[in-house]
């Protein structure tokens, strides 16, 4: 883990409002992301880590988390384009991986570690939306 | 990075894919189930020519004695089993050809060519009704035991050639007996009997020569044509083709009547395809005033004339199908491989990674930032070139194919006689790699070194490593390798013997 991922997940777990369910990623509130883009970006994130802990350990996923999945993706996906490094990279990043779960979720051949790939991606996007300014 | 250092890299590259892609394929077979089920009607004009249209092309080295190879061609897609009354006949207007290149010049050094002729009595048939006339619609006149069962109203027999570059044509097999279609089992209770019966010795010493009924060996979800698996890739784990039969030519011959000079060790790899020909004129008779003169003729049938002119052509499966756009197809069945370069365009950029793009937001892989990955080397290496360490090296065949696998295995330019071959559009097979003890679906992609794209066995999952490599595997697109239509077997099980390909469904199977 990067020392700037680390001390993003670190700072998430400190910051106020933050929820987590379970083993599931951290939920920072909107109010947490940064004023501008991750502002912006911040209800399809946080709709996007929150269907990570949904995703599940079987091939199929259920049909209201990919529907969930497309929306935030779409939502992120429009920002990326205009966003500043570095919040255009792992904005970026967090659209190819929610990419990458769907399209194995909507086959019905999904497998837990395209999940981790997502919360990787995720927690990359807090580490640098939630950072202090 | 070095050379050497770029090679290591790649090689630990190629077995994590490998890996990668096994564990995945496993992990697939432990998900929902599967239905127990290439270029199947993929153009305008010859999806109303089914007798020709070829389907698939298999090549690879024969599992039960490594030192022949078996080659198989299908025609007639979607041959629904009960489908009388006069079911699947070989045209006897027509020239199947199977095609080797051994030289590396993306021309045919040896085409074996199958041709038919029909025996059908239907005509000579004395019921005692019709007032007075003869004749009957039925295919038989009862259970048909042996392929010369006088029962058998309608038979075909057929002609192999073997027809050199350069030299005289030479006669394989002379009135061969082809296996019927499956009727039923009224008609046709013992259909494993008859295809054994129809299992011929070639003039070649050692070789084998099937014609018949099969059913149909690929197994795939055509649905990836309603929009991409429906629109979200979500239309998958149906295989269309189950159910239905082909008709199918099989041979095996000793891998040294293929290569280069009779030499397998300095001449491994050929180059394979099939097509189909016909007569360049077609004369329909339009004179319905009375029956044919023969009990052997139908009234009003047509007349050909002209030298052959190929109407169908396949390699590599699923590139007419889903590489070609439509408006080229068909002038993509009657191209030949040595003018492929042409083709170059779409294969370095396919619309199966634009659509994924689209719909799941994945980069299309020629965006990756490497040359090998704008210039979609791995497409080119797979489809037009074959791999070898001078390919991966970009010595042979102008660069193309460069960076993708370091690994000498399938490319023409691995033959003395053919240090530098053109890139063409055809299955390449090294007749020297062994078949593997435990198949992999995935093929090379898999860590099968046996299988596709090193010729195609029957089992090998083409849909699923097309989809895989379409999608950048073979780039280092880790996230591409448990892509597929979640159809991973073939309805039919494949048989340990010539011709291997599996038994027709019968005409009595409903669904």
Redesign the interface.
Known sequence: MSRRLAAGAALAVLLTGCTSSGDGPQIPAESAFLEGTCRTAAPDVIAIGRTISRLGDD??VDQDVKDELRIA?DGV?ELVATAEEPFRAALDEL??S???V???A????Y?PD?GG?LRRSYERVLSVCTAPK | MTTSTRRAARRRALALFAATATA?SG??L???STSSASSHREAPYILNDPAVDNTDTFAFVSPNDPDKVSLIANWFPFSEPAGGPNFFPWDTTAAYDINIDNDGDAIADIVYRWTFKDVDKRGTVDRGVGNGGKGTFLYADGAVESLTDENLLFRQTYDLVAIPEQGRPVSLVKNGLVAPSNVGMATIPDYPKLRQEAVTPTSTEGGSSYVGQADDPFYLDLRIFDLL?GG???A??NDTLSGYNVNTIALELPKEALVAAGDAAANPVIGVWSTTSREKVRMFADTNSKPGTSPTDSTDQTKDNGKFVQVSRLGNPLVNEAVVPANLKDFFNRSTPDRDAQFLGKVQDPEVPFL?EL?????NPNKLDSAAAKKRNDLVATFLTGFSEDVFDGKTFGGLGAGVVDANLNSLDLNAVSPNPAPAEYLRLNVNVPPSAVENRLGVVGGDFAGYPNGRRLNDDITDVTLQVAEGLLLGQT?AA?????VNENDVPFLDVFPFIGDPHSGSDVP
Not at chain 1, 106 to 109: C, L
Not at chain 2, 482 to 486: R, S
């Open positions: 091939n199929v993706q996906f659209v190819v929610t990419g990458v769907r399209i194995r909507d086959g019905n051949s497998e395209l790939l | 995945a992990a697939a432990l998900g929902p698996y979200d890739l979500s998958r784990g994924v719909l799941y937001k994945i980069p996230a448990g892509l597929g239509d979640n």
